[in-house]
């Protein structure tokens, strides 16, 4: 079975094993791309096979592990995204919800404390496509506001929940904290990168890697491999590939952060004039705290150019820390966009057959 995180699960804060604690802070940057993934993880954390499988097996069925997988990057399959908001009046929020998450295009969808109350992010093929869908979900559910805010330039991607520490932390940023700047050394990535070109079976590869691995298997690319009528080896090397050149811009967990404590979370949205915004953003990614960092355009009526999403343990300790963000980049004005409800999670389906009304 691919993760999926069952409903079942129950909160789960403490009580992990420091096995599994282990496991989660080595998968979520990576999960090896081998034979016997899992023996390898035994090996660099002295434990069994067996162990580990059944740890990440244990993980999964408490809802901590959401999916073990490749994540794409869009640009390089040919695609396009980006990240909209829509002012919804909450008699009509149950039918716009349901009408988003209808969407293949639509893969995260959240209620968010603010005028701007729901917020999604639409990918399609086509740059087009996305004034189209925006406008007819405008016209379809007589919404006064609606934006397109796609990533202009993209500072941070780097999801990793330690079971243990609180978050990176309301006290400070990585460098004041003593710990690793390898957050301000990641690369800002522009747009424009050209897609790849892929033939039929890559395309079938990424259709079955784009669903998560099989955990009930200690050998889950040979089972990706089956399904996708290749040879194993040849499963491996390509993902390698992909990782090498930036199609693949992480393989490993995602994981149910509230379940290991993580319990609030928001969007920190600031105004800055254009020539302050690298600095500023090259400060944001330091903190353990944000996952996401991105530039994003001016809007009528929506004047923040800078996002980070931040994730702690309490509303408290979330506000501390957007608080010492601004203090540190000195923005005209800034906001904290709690997220109040997920209405959908899930990756991104690429070259699905269904997806000719994709862009419609």
């Not at 701007?116 to 990918?123: A, D, P, Q």
């Not at 691995?213 to 090397?237: G, K, S, Y």
């Amino acid at each position: 079975m691919a993760v999926n995180g069952g409903a079942k699960a129950a909160e789960r804060k403490d009580g992990m094993t420091e096995l599994q604690k282990n496991i989660l802070r080595i998968i979520q940057r990576r999960f090896p791309v081998a034979t016997r993934p899992y023996a390898e993880l035994a090996a660099e954390l002295a434990a069994s096979e067996t162990d580990v499988l059944e740890a990440v097996r244990r993980l999964a069925d408490d809802g901590i592990i959401r999916r073990i997988g490749a994540v794409f990057e869009a640009a390089r399959l040919g695609y396009v995204s980006t990240l909209a908001a829509a002012q919804v009046p909450a008699e009509r929020l149950e039918a716009f919800v349901a009408r988003l998450n209808a969407l293949p295009g639509v893969s995260h969808n959240y209620g968010r404390r603010h005028r701007l109350n729901v917020w999604f992010t639409l990918t399609v093929r086509h740059e087009e496509s996305i004034a189209r869908i925006l406008d007819d979900l405008q016209a379809g559910f007589d919404l006064e506001t609606i934006h397109s805010l796609p990533s202009i330039r993209r500072f941070k991607i780097r999801v990793e929940f330690d079971p243990d520490r609180s978050p990176p932390n309301a006290s400070g940023p990585v460098e004041d904290a003593g710990e690793s700047d390898r957050g301000l050394r990641e690369p800002a990535c522009r747009a424009g990168e050209p897609a790849a070109v892929f033939t039929d079976d890559q395309k079938e590869l990424v259709r079955r890697l784009q669903n998560g691995l099989d955990i009930t298997t200690n050998e889950p690319f040979a089972a990706v491999a089956a399904v996708a009528h290749m040879d194993p080896d040849q499963v491996l090397r390509q993902i390698n590939r992909w990782q090498a050149d930036g199609t693949i811009r992480r393989f490993g967990a995602s994981l149910r952060h509230e379940r290991i404590g993580y319990t609030a979370n928001g969007m920190a949205v600031f105004a800055l004039e254009p020539a302050r915004i690298e600095a500023a953003g090259r400060r944001l990614v330091g903190y353990r705290s944000v996952s996401h960092c991105y530039q994003r355009p001016l809007a009528a009526g929506w004047p923040y150019n800078l996002f980070a999403m931040t994730h702690c343990r309490s509303e408290e300790q979330l506000q501390q820390t957007v608080r010492e963000m601004a203090e540190r980049i000195r923005p005209r004005a800034y906001e904290v966009l709690v997220t109040q409800a997920e209405y959908k999670k899930t990756s991104v389906k690429y070259f699905e057959p269904e997806q000719g009304n994709h862009d419609g």
